[in-house]
């Protein structure tokens, strides 16, 4: 089993930077993917951005310039770095874990609302 632990959520106006953390504990393999999607209001819930254990990203094209997905092997942390956020980037998002067994894990999520 895996747990996700997010954190980093938040209310910034329009233009303005945050950054989300997610803390994975439990049964982690060495080779996995970590990352975020976002589900809006009344939408599905889609990928923001993702990286796997060897480094390799993934971005959606609407945070491509303004997002950053890293991550710290040692802490088995992932970070959502977002710069110039938009109003339609308010979403609760979520932390994800993938595992090469194909298991898949999910945070319990936090809000970040884009507003002046």
């Known amino acids: 089993q895996v747990q996700l632990v997010e954190s980093g959520g938040g209310l910034v106006q329009p233009g303005g930077s945050l950054r989300l953390s997610c803390a994975a504990s439990?049964?982690?393999?060495?080779?996995?993917?970590m990352g975020w999607y976002r589900q809006a209001p009344g939408k599905q819930r889609d990928l923001v951005a993702s990286i796997t254990s060897g480094g390799i990203t993934n971005y959606a094209d609407s945070v491509k310039g303004r997002f950053t997905v890293s991550r710290d092997n040692a802490k088995n942390t992932v970070y959502l770095q977002m710069n110039s956020l938009k109003p339609e980037d308010t979403a609760v998002y979520y932390c994800?874990?993938?595992?090469?067994?194909?298991?898949?894990?999910w945070g319990q999520g936090t809000q970040v609302t884009v507003s002046s």
């Open positions: 994800t874990y993938s595992n090469i067994l194909g298991r898949n894990y």
């Open positions: 439990g049964t982690l393999l060495s080779i996995n993917a």
